[in-house]
């Protein structure tokens, strides 16, 4: 029986080079410390990395593998006659950690007054946002009158915004009518998102809050 593939691991110094005496149609990189220049009968790929290869139509019976990282490099490639499927994926550790673990808030916050047009509320300052932060959860809701465009939206910056758009800008806002008289406005946070150190985080909108008691609320991570 003909072995369908075979794998093989070669070490290069810097700039080295070695020949591998293989038969196969297909090959792929499955590890490598550097790139990697792979040349054979049909010529050469240059500087392909792990997970790279390619697939003929004709037998090769040998490779040159020759390291173009400019450092030592521990190769690992499959050699085969037919192609190698491989989807399967691995995860880092703080990912795993992550899954097993959702991201647990280290800061909430939440307000219930009457919004004033243009005037920010700041849900965390921009002094305590030392090595970045994690905004997990952003939301708001406020009624306008059927007439009045509200604009509304979180949005992290090194000071007070003055506008729904001053700022870099991380909800999405949504309006539809709620009855025949008002407009019902939201904003919210489609994903959690990370934003860079020394920027706070706030929230404010264009028009003053219909009444009091509107909910807004959000949770994060100080890094």
């Given at each position: 029986?003909t072995?369908?593939?075979?794998?093989?691991?070669?070490?290069?110094?810097?700039?080295?080079?070695?020949?591998?005496?293989?038969?196969?149609?297909?090959?792929r990189?499955?590890?490598?410390?550097?790139?990697?220049?792979?040349?054979?009968?049909?010529?050469?790929?240059?500087?392909?990395?792990?997970?790279?290869?390619?697939?003929?139509?004709?037998?090769?019976?040998?490779?040159?593998i020759r390291?173009?990282?400019?450092?030592?490099?521990?190769?690992?490639?499959?050699?085969?006659?037919?192609?190698?499927?491989?989807?399967?994926?691995?995860?880092?550790?703080?990912?795993?950690?992550?899954?097993?673990?959702?991201?647990?808030a280290?800061?909430?916050?939440?307000?219930?007054?009457?919004?004033?047009?243009?005037?920010a509320?700041?849900?965390?300052?921009?002094?305590?946002?030392?090595?970045?932060?994690?905004?997990?959860?952003?939301?708001?809701?406020?009624?306008a009158?059927?007439?009045?465009?509200?604009?509304?939206?979180?949005?992290?910056?090194?000071?007070?915004?003055?506008?729904?758009?001053?700022?870099?800008?991380?909800?999405?806002?949504?309006?539809?009518?709620?009855?025949?008289?008002?407009?019902?406005?939201s904003?919210?946070?489609?994903c959690?998102q990370?934003?860079?150190?020394?920027?706070?985080?706030?929230?404010?909108?264009?028009?003053?809050?219909?009444?009091?008691?509107?909910?807004r609320?959000?949770?994060?991570?100080?890094?």
């Amino acid at each position: 029986m003909t072995t369908a593939f075979q794998t093989y691991t070669i070490n290069l110094p810097a700039g080295g080079a070695e020949r591998v005496a293989c038969t196969g149609r297909y090959f792929r990189l499955i590890n490598v410390t550097g790139k990697v220049t792979m040349r054979g009968e049909f010529g050469a790929l240059e500087g392909i990395g792990a997970g790279q290869g390619a697939k003929f139509d004709k037998d090769f019976t040998e490779l040159q593998i020759r390291d173009v990282s400019g450092a030592a490099n521990s190769v690992t490639f499959i050699v085969g006659s037919v192609e190698f499927i491989d989807q399967s994926f691995t995860l880092d550790q703080a990912s795993k950690d992550t899954l097993r673990h959702p991201l647990v808030a280290t800061g909430k916050w939440a307000d219930m007054s009457g919004a004033v047009a243009n005037t920010a509320m700041q849900v965390f300052a921009p002094a305590s946002n030392v090595n970045g932060a994690i905004i997990l959860t952003a939301s708001s809701y406020d009624l306008a009158g059927a007439a009045t465009l509200m604009g509304m939206a979180f949005i992290a910056k090194v000071s007070a915004p003055t506008s729904p758009t001053d700022g870099e800008v991380i909800t999405h806002q949504k309006a539809y009518y709620h009855t025949g008289a008002a407009i019902f406005y939201s904003c919210e946070l489609p994903c959690a998102q990370k934003i860079a150190a020394g920027l706070g985080l706030y929230f404010i909108q264009s028009v003053s809050g219909n009444t009091t008691g509107i909910h807004r609320a959000a949770r994060y991570i100080l890094l």
